[in-house]
């Protein structure tokens, strides 16, 4: 999602160019493209150049490239963006460690409802030893239904980390989590499903192309056998048909 910005004319003309070069596979032409774009405010654009810079296509990698434009992109108001460079100062990606860029770029993207943020937050007031905002993250990200989040907090209400105990509000933290835990393998299991459904009915489809592709050939090379265990009409010691292969 992006807010707070509105796009030129010309950016968006810019970027449509450079997005045409980058599914073509022509980077450096991208990278134009993409460089003009965001020069002019495009935070897609702006994100775009980063990933380039990332993974070094049509230009040399450079981490620190990389996260420059992502961060031009974060300050455009992408929040995607945003939790990216948080996670990049926090891990020191593209610059050296800097726990508080990453706690901002967290935080205002969490602002934003992402749940992952502020997750991350969480995790880097924990490890401060801010429990109280540690907790008040953990709740956030735990509302929006992040698994790892909730399973935390039934362990800080069970072990009273920083917290007085609570065993209630541990027990409610380990059920809504076991709830999402029930929804995440009836995912798994439907999506096994349907992989599997997907693969018989290719088996059958490759099996149907075989069965008439031979049919075709024997009839094209004018095998009057086969023309009659096409029609029901037996010849010789095979009343439907020679055997494959013969």
Same mark, same amino acid.
């Given at each position: 999602?992006?807010?707070?910005? @509105?796009?030129?004319?010309?950016?968006?003309?810019?970027?449509?160019?450079?997005?045409?070069?980058?599914?073509?596979?022509?980077?450096?032409?991208? !990278?134009?493209?993409?460089?003009?774009?965001? !020069?002019?405010?495009?935070?897609?654009? @702006?994100?775009?150049?980063?990933?380039?810079?990332?993974?070094?296509?049509?230009?040399? &990698?450079?981490?620190?490239? =990389?996260?420059?434009?992502?961060?031009?992109?974060?300050?455009?108001?992408?929040?995607?963006?945003?939790?990216?460079?948080?996670?990049?100062?926090?891990?020191?990606?593209?610059?050296?460690?800097?726990?508080?860029?990453?706690?901002?770029?967290?935080?205002?993207?969490?602002?934003?409802?992402?749940?992952?943020?502020?997750? @991350?937050?969480?995790?880097?007031?924990?490890?401060?030893?801010?429990?109280?905002?540690?907790?008040?993250?953990?709740?956030?990200?735990?509302?929006?239904?992040?698994?790892?989040?909730?399973?935390?907090?039934?362990?800080?209400?069970?072990?009273?980390?920083?917290?007085?105990?609570?065993?209630?509000?541990?027990?409610?933290?380990?059920?809504?989590? !076991?709830?999402?835990?029930?929804?995440?393998?009836?995912?798994?299991?439907?999506?096994?499903?349907?992989?599997?459904? !997907?693969?018989? =009915?290719?088996?059958?489809?490759?099996?149907?192309?075989?069965?008439?592709?031979?049919?075709?050939?024997?009839?094209?090379?004018?095998? &009057?056998?086969?023309?009659?265990?096409?029609?029901?009409?037996?010849?010789? &010691?095979?009343?439907?048909?020679? &055997?494959?292969?013969?």
């Amino acid at each position: 999602m992006v807010v707070g910005f @509105a796009i030129t004319a010309p950016a968006a003309a810019a970027f449509e160019d450079a997005w045409r070069a980058y599914v073509g596979g022509d980077y450096a032409a991208a !990278e134009r493209g993409f460089a003009a774009a965001a !020069e002019r405010g495009d935070a897609r654009a @702006a994100w775009l150049l980063g990933d380039l810079y990332a993974r070094g296509r049509g230009v040399a &990698p450079d981490p620190a490239r =990389a996260l420059e434009w992502k961060e031009r992109a974060a300050e455009l108001g992408d929040v995607a963006a945003q939790f990216a460079v948080g996670e990049m100062y926090a891990q020191g990606r593209g610059a050296p460690l800097d726990p508080d860029r990453a706690a901002r770029w967290f935080e205002r993207a969490a602002e934003q409802g992402h749940p992952n943020a502020a997750l @991350a937050l969480a995790r880097l007031r924990e490890r401060e030893g801010h429990m109280e905002q540690a907790l008040g993250w953990y709740r956030r990200a735990a509302e929006a239904g992040l698994l790892e989040a909730q399973q935390r907090l039934a362990r800080i209400y069970e072990e009273g980390f920083g917290v007085p105990r609570d065993p209630e509000r541990a027990a409610e933290w380990r059920r809504r989590a !076991e709830g999402v835990l029930q929804e995440e393998r009836r995912f798994q299991a439907a999506e096994q499903a349907r992989r599997e459904a !997907e693969a018989q =009915a290719e088996a059958y489809r490759r099996a149907w192309q075989d069965y008439w592709g031979t049919h075709v050939w024997l009839d094209r090379h004018d095998r &009057p056998w086969h023309r009659g265990w096409s029609y029901g009409i037996g010849f010789g &010691p095979y009343p439907w048909g020679y &055997p494959y292969g013969w």
